[in-house]
T-cell receptor, first 110, second 113 residues
Framework: TQLLEQSPQFLSIQEGENLTVYCNSS?????LQWYRQEPGEGPVLLVT?????EVKKLKRLTFQFGDARKDSSLHITAAQPGDTGLYLC??????????FGPGTRLSVLP | NAGVMQNPRHLVRRRGQEARLRCSPV?????VYWYRQLPEEGLKFMVY????????ESGMPKERFSAEFPKEGPSILRIQQVVRGDSAAYFC???????????FGAGTRLSVL
């Protein structure tokens, strides 16, 4: 069974701070996606990374896919209260199924 | 949420009743996925369907749970004889093809009294 682990599980920071959250697995994925989920809503796709070593930037968010395609990180610069939410990573395995991590719950305090 | 519609948004059932959750995918998407989410947890895959076919139901309990995606109409996740442990948020996602980006609905929150 392929598993994705995410760390930290919870993170509470002040507005303006930087942070990095991690998504790790012992398995190789053909691609990996990051989602943000707000309370009472469904996950919303932020980015898909496909190539090992790939780095994608989305405004203040920087996503990196590990060289071996087993892990990924999400870095947020100058966090804002609007960044608060549950950040989920999901790996697409070669059987074409998505495996979700348990998520990192981020709280950005004003 | 890119057009995936789930209803109802909230559903309350008593133990032993049936729960029917509906999901209308993005127009033109023929792949539907159902996930369950417990409070403070991530998404657990339940079942993957294409039109009129169940492709992968490895995450769905063998008893009391069933899913369908008919040629016409929404996908239905049916839970018979609900128990308190079925209380959760159930999310549906759709994609245009296998392995493509999944678009999620807002979910149905099932509460079993």
């Amino acid at each position: 069974t392929q598993l994705l682990e995410q760390s930290p599980q919870f993170l509470s920071i002040q507005e303006g701070e930087n942070l990095t959250v991690y998504c790790n697995s012992s398995s190789v994925f053909s691609s990996l996606q990051w989602y943000r989920q707000e309370p009472g809503e469904g996950p919303v796709l932020l980015v898909t990374v496909v190539t090992g070593g790939e780095v994608k930037k989305l405004k203040r968010l920087t996503f990196q896919f590990g060289d071996a395609r087993k892990d990924s990180s999400l870095h947020i610069t100058a966090a804002q209260p609007g960044d608060t939410g549950l950040y989920l990573c999901a790996g697409l395995n070669y059987g074409q199924n998505f495996v979700f991590g348990p998520g990192t719950r981020l709280s950005v305090l004003p | 949420n890119a057009g995936v519609m789930q209803n109802p948004r909230h559903l309350v059932r008593r133990r032993g009743q049936e729960a029917r959750l509906r999901c209308s995918p993005v127009k033109g998407h023929s792949h539907v996925y159902w996930y369950r989410q417990l409070p403070e947890e991530g998404l657990k895959f339940m079942v993957y369907l294409q039109k009129e076919n169940i492709i992968d139901e490895s995450g769905m309990p063998k008893e009391r749970f069933s899913a369908e995606f008919p040629k016409e109409g929404p996908s239905i996740l049916r839970i018979q004889q609900v128990v308190r442990g079925d209380s959760a948020a159930y999310f549906c996602a759709s994609s245009p093809s296998l392995g493509d980006i999944q678009y999620f609905g807002a979910g149905t929150r099932l509460s079993v009294l």
